[in-house]
């Protein structure tokens, strides 16, 4: 059994949230050229009206909020539902990087990480999932990061949330599959943005936002739940998760220079 993706973005009912930077920005962008109606939420209003300028005359919403706050998803998706009467698909960009090792850990700062980054998608997915289920149609995409797929250096707060979300997307395709609703678990490497430019070290394989905007929406109209990217990169982090501890930690400390 296969997930659905999409014929056409034309038309389609877009809520992308994290829409005024980086990837998002280059998604919001790249659906608005393919013809669909874009709900824009982040916390940066001003920075989504001047992305929102970019479409036709009622082709996109523009929505901030704050995903911490359950209250503001709430309402937003009712003012979505509100102008458009419904919800194709939710892409879920948003999230909060800050470099953190072990000997300058700071609790604060990974419980802002947990909340913005993996309870962040949940507060949003249990608001739009149960219209979906009742109409057995819609997609559910999250961003997370190849950070996830096992530890890394400088990803002690970063690292666990997007390991968090691989799993809640993994079980999300396993009970909506059945329902007629799509999951789409979107995991990039180094991607050039302003989270990114806070690094300190050289980043392997690094792409520009729009060439990951070009893959995510490749792959969401391809059906396919694993989106990760660029494969010459992400490809070698998920052979290294099924080496045995002694060697992954060796090739880490081998070839990371951090």
């Avoid at 059994?1 to 962008?29: H, L, P, Y």
């Amino acid at each position: 059994m296969k997930q659905k993706g999409f014929d056409s973005f034309v038309n389609q009912r877009i809520w992308i949230i994290g829409a005024s930077s980086g990837i998002g920005e280059a998604c919001t962008q790249a659906f608005i050229k393919a013809g669909a109606r874009v709900a824009l939420s982040s916390r940066r209003a001003e920075k989504l009206n001047t992305i929102a300028q970019s479409a036709e005359p009622g082709q996109a919403l523009v929505l901030p909020l704050d995903v911490t706050h359950q209250e503001q998803l709430i309402s937003t998706y009712q003012a979505i539902l509100g102008s458009w009467g419904g919800l194709d698909l939710l892409l879920f960009v948003s999230g909060v990087y800050t470099p953190l090792r072990a000997d300058k850990f700071e609790f604060e700062i990974a419980q802002k990480t947990i909340d913005a980054n993996l309870l962040g998608p949940m507060r949003a997915v249990s608001i739009v999932l149960p219209n979906m289920l009742k109409e057995h149609a819609g997609h559910i995409a999250i961003v997370g990061s190849v950070a996830g797929y096992s530890g890394l250096p400088k990803a002690l707060a970063y690292g666990p949330s997007k390991a968090g979300i691989i799993n809640f997307c993994e079980t999300l395709y396993y009970d909506l599959l059945p329902q007629g609703v799509s999951v789409h678990m979107i995991s990039p490497g180094f991607v050039a943005t302003e989270a990114t430019a806070q690094n300190d070290f050289e980043m392997p394989a690094l792409i520009t936002a729009e060439e990951a905007a070009k893959e995510i929406l490749s792959g969401l109209q391809a059906g396919e739940f694993d989106i990760h990217f660029p494969k010459r990169f992400s490809g070698f982090l998920k052979f290294l998760r099924i080496l045995p501890y002694p060697l992954y930690f060796w090739i880490v400390r081998r070839f990371v220079k951090i």
